[in-house]
């Protein structure tokens, strides 16, 4: 515990989080640590004194947005009541000491491993014994159901990061080295954490990590993702759960079998690909070619036949040729994913990909981005147009009293925040409810219905 905490805790603080889920979970800790030590929460920087920014940096068009943020905040420090600026995460994990140069007007800087230092570093900044405004260490933090979590997703929701880091090594990702090496959580706090998000009226849990799929391997003592669910599915209260982040190498036969038997876990994977080309899988350091990504869907649609598929790939990444990128779109015109997010290879300095020749130019990787997103959005109005006259369990989440809408949800089908909703024109129910609609309308992303 850091020494010199005192009154001055009662001080508002508003934070900013940035980025992924998992940068989420992490602010919600921040909060939590802050809330326990006596620090009153704000949603509105205007009216805080102190800012904190928990940024994202795993790519340029992060960190630019990042930066942003910051530049932003640092006009309620000039103009409003600002005192204490503090930019936490990723930022700070990547460019450490080089930050201090270009953001002088930064107070404190917190390493993705010194979440649960916050309070007593800003006390501490605060009655001037804090001598150095780098905080910065190895990332090797990791919650348990006793770390202090402010929620910030609506009160039927919820994230639960089962593990943090990451041991790929993908060549172009940053994230083993902000994040620090995979490491799980302990199967007995993650029940404990999941029964506490149940008894508060959690009915939907989001299971996230880096690679979900891989959990409990590097405890090796018998923990895998196949038993923690076998565990999950009889706490009373949860109706929804979602895998995200799940790596096609580390899918086991027992899991799909026991998404194909548990009907609280939801028919639906969140399965990054990538690609499909062998040559550029091998550059990216990942195992797998086209004929075993194919298998390993197949397998999966046989066993679990409605189940919803999203997926993330990437193009430009350095010597892509016209032929590799076209295996890859014709895969993704066979496959038909339910769900797709196309990145743009960013070069990142410190990964092995940066040293690669034939970095693909800008205009050829915009070009395949919108070539690939065009594709997939006929896919996916073809795919939501069949879903008409279909019954679907949609979680309520909005009242939307406008274009002759009454309410707006998500179906199990889709996640929430990165895929579509379902729009409802008649029939009443209550925000967190789950009821069956009858889909009677679609657009590429969204479906209209009626509650049934
Ligand atoms: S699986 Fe690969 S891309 Fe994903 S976080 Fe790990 S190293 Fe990065």
């Given at each position: 515990m850091e020494a010199g905490i005192n009154a001055h805790r009662k001080k508002t603080v508003c934070l900013v989080s940035l980025g992924c889920p998992k940068n989420l979970v992490d602010s919600e800790v921040i909060l939590g640590y802050l809330q326990q030590n006596g620090f009153r929460i704000t949603t509105r920087r205007e009216a805080a004194e102190i800012i904190i920014i928990n940024t994202c940096a795993f790519i340029e068009g992060a960190t630019q947005e990042s930066l942003q943020a910051i530049f932003e905040s640092a006009q309620y420090k000039k103009r409003g009541k600002c005192r204490i600026l503090v930019v936490a995460g990723c930022l700070p994990q990547r460019y450490r000491d080089a930050l201090r140069k270009e953001l002088p007007e930064v107070d404190l800087f917190i390493g993705t491993g010194e979440l649960h230092r916050i309070a007593g570093l800003i006390d501490r900044f605060e009655n001037h014994?804090?001598?150095?405004?780098?905080?910065?260490?190895?990332?090797?933090f990791l919650l348990d159901h006793g770390t202090p979590r402010l929620l910030s997703t609506p009160s039927y929701t919820a994230y639960l990061k089962i593990a943090e880091g990451?041991?790929?090594?993908?060549?172009?990702?940053?994230i083993p080295s902000l994040r620090g090496k995979y490491r799980s959580r302990k199967t007995n706090s993650i029940l404990k954490e999941a029964e506490a998000l149940a008894r508060r009226g959690v009915k939907e849990i989001n299971l996230i990590s880096q690679d979900t799929t891989l959990y409990g391997k590097d405890l090796r003592d018998g923990s895998d993702l196949t038993s923690l669910l076998k565990s999950m599915v009889h706490i009373p209260g949860i109706e929804w759960i979602r895998l995200l982040y799940c790596h096609p190498e580390h899918l086991s036969g027992e899991l799909i079998s026991l998404m194909a038997e548990e009907k609280k876990i939801c028919s639906y994977l969140d399965l990054p690909i990538q690609h499909v080309s062998s040559s550029i899988l091998k550059r990216m350091n990942r195992r797998g070619n086209r004929r075993e990504l194919g298998r390993t869907l197949s397998r999966l649609r046989e066993k679990i036949p409605h189940i919803a598929l999203r997926t993330t790939v990437m193009v430009?990444?350095?010597?892509?040729t016209e032929e590799e990128f076209h295996e890859l779109m014709h895969f993704i015109e066979e496959v038909k994913f339910d769900h797709l997010g196309v990145f743009r290879y960013s070069r990142e300095e410190g990964t092995p990909a940066a040293k690669l020749k034939k970095q693909v130019s800008q205009r050829t990787k915009d070009k395949r981005h919108n070539l690939i997103m065009k594709t997939q959005s006929l896919i996916s109005l073809k795919k939501n147009q069949e879903r008409i006259g279909s019954h679907i369990p949609v979680l309520i989440e909005e009242q939307v009293p406008h274009k002759g809408y009454r309410l707006k949800g998500r179906a199990s089908f889709q996640a929430p925040e990165i895929d579509g909703l379902v729009y409802l024109t008649r029939g009443k129910a209550q925000i967190g409810e789950n009821v069956e609609v009858k889909v009677t309308g679609a657009s590429e992303y969204d479906l209209i219905g009626e509650v049934v």
């Open positions: 014994s804090l001598m150095n405004g780098m905080q910065v260490g190895r990332p090797d990451c041991s790929n090594a993908c060549s172009y990702c940053l430009g990444f350095p010597g892509e």
